[in-house]
């Protein structure tokens, strides 16, 4: 162990950098080449047959059998003069990571071997997914799940297999995925924003929500890496001390990006771009090697499939330039871990984006309308936010001092601060009611905000400019999950705002004036959720339980508002999750959060045992051999003094460190025989978990006692600065 220590730095300090060739030097000359986008799609085929895509993709209405053996022909044709000579159904089972089972063209007939790809196909695949989660809803005597094209998401080709984005649900057609929800949810706000919209505007006929992902990570040198089982087994280094250099001197966040990763984000930005995922930023984020890249915001559903598959490539590519993409929450303790933003918006068919304040006042009542209901949606059902974004990787980063803390709050900032309230504190007066003057009754909105730029990175939920942003998703996380309950608790608020002002109008109110009142009770009664302060500080942790706040720190109790019966209301209403469903996804939750837990605390148990005990007792007998020695020859205590105070601190850190990894293996059996899967999460939360820190805290005062010739696990300094 400890050669392989030296050997993978002798590794990492003599990499080349590999030459990264670029298609052509205009972006736009290869922008979504290995992408069958609807442009290719129009050349192959008929008028007519493309026009049913169209409809398909915009309102969701199902695509006829032989326009879809059209499709798969013209698809099959494209693919293989690119090379393709599989196929396969690509979607986003449960556990987190893209999924796919490949298929070849190729069929063997009596009259010889030919290339076939039928429309059925092309619209359904039965992967053998018996063992993706279903948390029970896919027994293994009925463990047929399929795999359903979803046409609003292109194809495209990864090497040499076209990849068919698909749901996956089961034979009962409830959801496996990630997807089908997704798609459920922007189906009902889409509805109820429209009809919002008609108070408005009658010519609008459909509301997209939009995304853009801005995706931060870390890199390490391969060969460190793979030195280091903590980082290839969980994701994230389970000891380690801090180097004494970290990221106090702030002199990483958009600094000079060092040679050996630009080539890797050129390679990587170059594969995105080919596949049509339209990355426009890059740059160094605030930890030692840590990064950031952001595309250009797209149609939700879009953006998530491209941010999961990006991930995948972020992965392929660094293997290329022998780095190792970090994408876990939490990679180093002490340093800010990664995040995913959010940003996301409403945009109707016509080009509006409902969330950017408008030049006239009529313009800024329908905006008004938006944002109101946003803060309101997230007032009613932050817990459930919270739980959408709840993870036992994200529970390392949430309140840790650099991440939003688990409490939701908005931030809005200044201006629009103060134009709610002075809606609120406003009184619509009769003068105003009778003499239409109620456009004065709105106070103006600024179209340049200054809250722009001057952005609170402290709340979880932003507003910027034109579009929110939930800031709390963890980096390695599908963003489906919060985007799913994001969509549907502003649609189901949307929805009780139509019925409110409805209500108002058929007692006689005139529209705007009812539209002004339900506002102005929505903004009193959700400002509790608003927070324009430090969302680090303590004082914000008291604040938030006077107003009642909920501060859910760990996943488990966060996941209890899953299957609330406040919740189920409103799943039922919109129809997104049936019960079943909402049950199945609790449970896999919470398995995903103990098992996870599992797996780190045997690498723990097995590190100190088998690596770390031995290191410190290779160096203890060095050091006691030499007392002997230095006994032997006649010297006074003096001399071996130190000597034998670091031989006695070792012996100390490891008996703490052995008696202490034994109570953490007790605790583990004691939690492994509970039935119930909550009980056992928060076992694993409370009881196993707790012994973690302790434990890495003697393990990382031994390193700094040890000779660094025989310390056998790469160091901070060098995991974070060799590159
Ligand atoms: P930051 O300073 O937070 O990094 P950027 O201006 O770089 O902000 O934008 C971050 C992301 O927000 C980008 O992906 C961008 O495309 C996206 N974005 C901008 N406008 C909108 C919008 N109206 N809806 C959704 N996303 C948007
Ligand atoms: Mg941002």
């Known amino acids: 162990m400890t050669n392989f220590r030296f050997k993978a730095l002798e590794t990492a300090l003599s990499r080349t950098i590999p030459e990264v060739k670029m298609p052509s030097t205009k972006i736009s000359d290869y922008f979504g080449i290995n992408v069958f986008d609807h442009k290719k799609l129009k050349d192959y085929l008929s008028a007519e047959a493309f026009k049913t895509v169209l409809s398909s993709t915009n309102d969701g209405e199902p695509i006829p059998r032989e326009t879809a053996e059209q499709i798969a022909s013209a698809m099959k044709s494209w693919a293989m003069s690119k090379g393709a000579t599989h196929y396969t159904h690509w979607f986003q089972p449960l556990t987190g990571s893209t999924a796919e089972k490949h298929d070849a063209f190729f069929e063997p007939t009596p009259d010889g071997a030919i290339e076939r790809f039928s429309g059925d196909a092309l619209a359904q695949q039965e992967p053998d997914a018996s063992s993706f989660p279903s948390g029970g809803i896919r027994n293994t005597f009925e463990a047929r799940g399929y795999t359903a094209w979803d046409p609003s998401s292109p194809a495209f080709i990864m090497g040499r297999t076209l990849c068919i984005p698909t749901v996956f649900v089961s034979y009962t057609g409830e959801a496996l995925d990630y997807k089908a929800p997704l798609l459920k949810a922007l189906n009902v706000l889409d509805k109820a924003a429209v009809d919002v919209c008609h108070y408005f505007d009658k010519s609008i006929e459909k509301v997209n929500a939009s995304l853009g992902i801005e995706q931060e990570y870390f890199l390490v040198d391969l060969a460190l890496f793979n030195a280091r089982p903590d980082l290839y087994m969980t994701g994230r280094t389970l000891f380690g001390h801090m180097s004494a250099k970290g990221q106090q001197l702030e002199d990483h966040y958009f600094g000079s990006i060092p040679e050996r990763v630009y080539a890797y984000m050129q390679d990587m930005e170059t594969e995105a771009l080919c596949l049509g995922i339209p990355l426009k930023t890059r740059h160094n984020e605030v930890a030692p090697s840590q990064f950031e890249c952001a595309p250009i915001y797209e149609e939700i559903n879009l953006a998530i499939d491209h941010n999961q598959l990006l991930m995948d490539l972020m992965d392929r590519v660094a293997k290329r330039h022998n780095f190792k993409v970090l994408l876990h929450e939490k990679p180093y303790a002490g340093l800010n871990g990664s995040g995913k933003h959010n940003n996301w918006s409403l945009i109707t068919n016509t080009g509006k984006n409902l969330l950017s304040p408008g030049k006239t006042p009529k313009n800024n009542l329908m ?156 903004i009193k009664e ?49 129809g997104v999750y049936n019960r079943r469903e909402a049950h199945a996804r609790h449970e896999i939750l919470l398995e995903s959060f103990f098992k996870k837990l599992q797996i780190e605390a045997r690498v723990i148990g097995e590190l100190v045992n088998n690596t770390i005990i031995p290191a410190a007792i290779n160096y203890q007998s060095k050091l006691v051999e030499n007392v002997r020695g230095l006994k032997e020859l006649g010297f006074d205590k003096e001399m071996y003094a130190a000597q034998m105070d670091v031989i006695g601190r070792i012996g100390e850190h490891v008996n703490f460190i052995k008696t202490n990894v034994e109570e953490l293996i007790n605790e583990r059996k004691r939690a492994n025989v509970m039935e119930d899967p909550r009980t056992r999460a928060i076992a694993y939360d409370e009881k196993v978990k707790t012994h973690f820190a302790p434990i890495r805290y003697h393990v990382d005062k031994l390193e700094q006692l040890i000779d660094d010739a025989l310390w056998p696990l790469p160091k901070f300094r060098e995991l974070l600065f060799i590159k």
């Open 367 to 522: 905006f008004l309308t938006f944002f109101v209901n946003t803060i309101k949606a997230v007032f009613e059902h932050a817990d459930l936010l919270r739980a959408s974004i709840a993870s036992v990787n994200n529970d390392h980063r949430l309140g840790a001092n650099e991440a939003p803390p688990a409490i939701i709050s908005i931030f809005l900032g200044t201006q629009l601060n103060d134009v709610l309230d002075e809606i609120e504190t406003s009184r619509i007066s009769k003068k105003i009611k009778d003499d239409s003057m109620l456009w004065q009754g709105i106070p103006k909105i600024p179209q340049i905000l200054q809250d722009n730029t001057d952005r609170n990175r402290t709340s979880p939920f932003a507003f910027t400019g034109n579009k929110f942003e939930l800031r709390a998703v963890g980096s390695s996380a599908n963003s489906a999950d919060p985007m799913t309950i994001l969509n549907l608790i502003v649609a189901d608020q949307l929805k009780k705002f139509k019925s409110d002002v409805d209500k108002l109008i058929r007692k006689g109110e005139k529209k705007d004036v009812a539209l002004l009142t339900v506002i102005k009770r929505y």
């Open 526 to 574: 959700s400002k509790s959720i608003r927070f324009e302060g430090n969302g680090y500080s303590e004082d914000w942790e008291k604040e938030a339980a006077a107003r009642g706040l909920n501060n859910f720190k760990t996943t488990p109790k966060a996941l209890d508002v899953l299957i609330s019966e406040k919740t189920q209301r409103l799943f039922d209403e919109t």
